[in-house]
Structure formats: C-alpha cells, structure tokens
C-alpha cells in the first residue's frame, strides 16, 4: 500500500465534513437549476449524514439561479445587479435544497456569511455556536456568502473565488476534519490534463493552474480551490478536490476510493 492508500483509507475517519459545491456543479450555462447532479448530492450527503457524519454545505448558485430568473442573457458586471441577482437567487437555490432534503426526512438551515463575520469577535462565535447547535439537532447547514448585502467576493478587484474562501474560513469556525471541493472537473489535472491523485504541497501543483478561470457564471477556477486548499490544510483539515458531477463522488471518497485528488493537511 503506497502512501497515497494509506492516506485515503484514513478518509472514513473524519468526522465532521465540509462540501463545497460550485455553481457549475448544479448549474446548467443558463443558470437554472440543474437537478439530476443537485438530486444526486443531495442523496449522498443524506446517506453520509445517516452514517452519522456532521455535514456542513458551502452550496453556490444563488446568482446563477438569479440570472436565470430574471432572464438576462449573462451574469451582469455592476454589483448592484448581482446583489439583486443573489437575493433573486437565494430563496430558490434554497427552495430547491428544502425540497429535496425533505424527502430525504433530512431538516436544513440557511447561513448567510460575511467576511466580516469572521473578523469579529463576538459575530464569529455567534456563527459558530448557531452552527454547532444546528449539528447537534441533527440539521444540516446550508453556507452561502452574503451577496446581497456584501461586495468582497462579487466586485472584480477583491474576488475571492466562487465561494472556495468561504469554504475555508468555515474549515477554521468550525474545526472540520475534511473539505471536499466539488468542480466540473475531476480533481487537479497536470500539463498533460491528467488528473493528480495525490498532492503533498499546494505549491507543488500551481503551476499547472491559471489565475481566475471562471465562467459566465461563477468565479471560482482551480487556482481559487488550490488557494482555499492551502489554508485548509494548515488548520490540520485534509482537502480533496474532485467532479461533482461525478456518479457517487462524495461516498466513494468517504469509502476511500482513488476519486478526485487528495491534498494531505500539515497535521500528517
């Protein structure tokens, strides 16, 4: 068993789990909704959360889903338009995610972020004492930043990745064991545009990444998940990054299969 084997049997162990999901994930190019993925992961986190993993979603697609509602031909360049694009958005990027938890008999909560709620002290253990509470009745959170009142991710000069940041920043509020980064692609690919199994430093890998490659959509390219990564794995929390769109990525990544690419924490 290589070295690799050996950390990805480890992967079962975690215990409380961070997913990121990326609008393209669950995003058709129009912004509407794009169910069978959506459906699928909302059926294998319920199946890891009966195994009794706490689970925590970082869930994209608020503005997509706004973009598609208000029927503009592109995500729009103006913040105020994405802010209303993301309030838009929000409650049915939401609604879908109530639907289908319901009929999993799986409760979910709404938690808006700002980075400023992690810069303050008594709004960072706000946040985190709702969240822990939420995990503790068995209730699933579902993450998102705060478009419609916050600009940090949306405004082109300060963006800080389709939602991967956040991601991270909730890896240090809530002390995860694991983050699981989900892209249309199926992990960090080389030169060759093969996938990267395994990867001991973030920075090794860089160089195969271009800075902001997004889509009309999103913002988040791989450098974005690379950079969220890297500060996940110093708080001690494994990173694996794979294609959401991939039939049962989440449980075979719990179970330890050769799925997605491993990026190890400093703990190990």
Not at 6 to 35: W, Y
Not at 84 to 106: E, P, S, W
Not at 190 to 215: C, L, Q, T
Not at 247 to 267: C, E, F, Q, R, W
């Amino acid at each position: 068993m290589n070295i690799e084997q050996r950390f990805r049997a480890l992967l079962p162990e975690a215990r409380r789990i961070i997913v990121k999901i990326g609008t393209r994930v669950i995003a058709q190019p129009s912004g509407h909704p794009d169910m069978p993925p959506l459906k699928s992961l909302v059926k294998q986190i319920s199946e890891l959360h009966r195994q009794g993993y706490e689970i925590l979603v970082v869930s994209s697609g608020a503005i997509g889903a706004g973009v598609d509602a208000l029927k503009l031909k592109e995500r729009p360049k103006a913040v105020a338009d994405l802010q209303m694009c993301a309030a838009v958005g929000q409650a049915r990027l939401m609604t879908n995610y109530a639907t289908l938890f319901g009929a999993q008999k799986i409760t979910i909560g709404q938690v808006l972020l700002t980075h400023a709620d992690f810069q303050h002290r008594i709004r960072y253990a706000n946040a985190k004492r709702t969240m822990e509470h939420m995990m503790k009745m068995d209730v699933i959170p579902i993450i998102n930043e705060n478009d419609v009142v916050a600009d940090e991710e949306i405004k082109a000069d300060l963006s800080l990745g389709d939602n991967d940041y956040m991601a991270a920043l909730v890896v240090k509020l809530v002390r995860a064991d694991l983050l699981i980064i989900l892209s249309t692609v199926d992990g960090v690919l080389d030169g060759k545009n093969k996938r990267i199994p395994y990867v001991d430093k973030v920075s090794d890998v860089m160089k195969f990444v271009s800075a902001g490659k997004g889509s009309n959509l999103s913002k988040g390219g791989m450098d974005s998940k690379l950079n969220a990564a890297q500060i996940a794995t110093k708080t001690g929390c494994g990173v694996v990054i794979a294609g959401g769109r991939n039939a049962n990525v989440l449980t075979d990544i719990m179970a330890g299969k050769d799925t997605g690419t491993l990026i190890l924490s400093n703990a190990l």
